[in-house]
């Protein structure tokens, strides 16, 4: 069995690369004084959704494994609306489209203890508790695929308001099954999260007022 102090490393360097990619979407739509979508946002938001991916397999829960699968192909597509998927050597197309069903692969194929049996009867997470996640990352995934939806029919990646809401509102469930998982990692990484989230739907409306209150021409 891996070590704690590993598992939680890798787990706190991933939730690193997910709070610098809301740091620089943060700051780059204060400098716009409007909510902007960055490349390096979603290229930050691949590796670690991927390191994630591992730490929650490593966790035996996958509460976490599962809104990480669905996330991480939404990104991708986010990267090709911008035209930057483009441009990735064709071997680093294979491996990250291969990466999350090759860990998939591995929760059934494993004789390991991280196994998808074992992870379905982990004896730390009741069937109760294991509601409340789903139900909190559901809530979390879905703004992805809200994100994507609009993004299609704009023809381009961008992040609507109602994106921040339901990302608040999965946030605050998956803070409070993390807490009763004892889960600093998670507990952590949606706090400063929820405060980004915030900022960005202050951003969006003081957007609003401004271009409302704009002198028009006439």
């Known amino acids: 069995m891996l070590d704690d102090s590993f598992i939680f490393g890798l787990g706190f360097f991933a939730q690193g690369l997910f709070s610098a990619r809301l740091l620089v979407q943060w700051f780059l739509s204060e400098k716009a004084k409007k909510v902007v979508s960055p490349d390096l946002f979603w290229q930050l938001s691949l590796v670690a959704s ?127 099954y993390a807490i009763v998982r004892r889960d600093p990692v998670i507990i952590l990484g949606q706090i400063f999260g929820t405060l980004i989230y915030s900022r960005n739907l202050i951003l969006y409306y003081t957007q609003r007022v401004r271009d409302r209150e704009a002198p028009t021409d006439e």
Request: proline share 5%; net charge positive.
């Open 50 to 176: 991927i390191l994630l991916l591992i730490y929650g397999i490593l966790r035996k829960d996958l509460v976490i494994v599962g809104g990480q699968f669905v996330s991480f192909y939404i990104y991708l597509r986010n990267l090709q609306l911008k035209n930057v998927w483009q441009s990735f050597p064709w071997w680093l197309h294979v491996l990250a489209l291969s990466a999350p069903v090759l860990a998939i692969l591995f929760l059934f194929i494993t004789p390991t203890e991280y196994n998808i049996r074992d992870m379905m009867h982990n004896p730390l997470i009741t069937a109760q508790l294991y509601t409340v996640g789903a139900i909190g990352q559901f809530i979390f995934t879905f703004r992805f695929i809200y994100q994507l939806i609009y993004s299609e029919r704009h023809h381009e990646s961008l992040l609507p308001p109602m994106f921040w809401v339901i990302s608040i509102t999965g946030s605050l469930i998956i803070i409070g």
